[in-house]
Every structure is written in structure tokens, then in C-alpha cells.
């Protein structure tokens, strides 16, 4: 079984900066992809950023520039740095993984808050 946590969120002003991570745990032969979603209150959950296993990245277009997706794969964790963060950007940040160990799984993180506000 494959366990995701994410950490790193909190309460930052309007232009500050947080990093998220994901640690991946559990059976698996390996990560394919790692994406970051997130979910303001009475809005659909959006994709926001994904990296490949070989380091391809993609961004949704309201926080290009502003966002960075990176892994470390030795140790099994993702990171979202993200940067002139705006009111907007207010949302749980969820990770979402696809491993493989004779099939491929997804899973899903408990999602973490970020809230941007002065």
C-alpha cells in the first residue's frame, strides 16, 4: 500500500512564498508521475502542476512563473516551490501519484492548506 503526505502549508501574506512537499511511502517499484492539485472552497479541483519520472514539467497557466514542481527520487518526495503567491492561490494543496509495482496505482494525499492573506 502507498502512503502520500504532504506538508509545508500555512498562512502567508500577499508576494511571500511557501514550499510544499510529498513524501511517498509504502510498496511500490516506482513513481511515474507527480502532480499537484488544489481545491479552493466551492470550486472544482484543478490540476496545477505535474513532473514525469524523467523530469518533464507542466503548469497550469495561472501560476506559471510564479510556481516550480521538482522530485527527488532517491528519496521519494515531490516539492512545489511557489512564489509571489496572491489571495487567489488560497486552497488545499493535494499531491497525487502514480506508482507501479506490477500495475499502476494513483493516491491521493490529505492535502495541505495554503492561505494568502495580509
Known amino acids: 500500500q502507498v502512503q502520500v503526505v504532504e506538508s509545508g502549508g500555512g498562512l502567508v501574506q500577499p508576494g511571500g512564498s511557501l514550499r510544499l512537499s510529498c513524501v511517498v511511502t509504502g510498496r511500490f517499484f516506482s513513481i511515474n508521475t507527480m502532480d499537484w492539485y488544489r481545491q479552493a472552497p466551492g470550486k472544482q479541483r484543478e490540476l496545477v502542476a505535474s513532473?514525469?519520472?524523467?523530469?518533464?514539467?507542466n503548469y497550469v497557466d495561472s501560476v506559471k512563473g510564479r510556481f516550480t514542481i521538482s522530485r527527488d527520487n532517491p528519496k521519494n518526495t515531490g516539492y512545489l516551490q511557489m512564489n509571489t503567491l496572491k489571495p487567489e492561490d488560497t486552497a488545499v494543496y493535494y499531491c497525487?501519484?502514480?506508482?507501479?509495482?506490477?500495475?499502476?496505482?494513483?493516491?491521493w494525499g490529505q492535502g495541505t492548506q495554503v492561505t494568502v492573506s495580509s
Open positions: 497525487n501519484v502514480k506508482t507501479f509495482d506490477l500495475r499502476l496505482d494513483e493516491t
Open positions: 513532473i514525469t519520472n524523467g523530469g518533464r514539467t
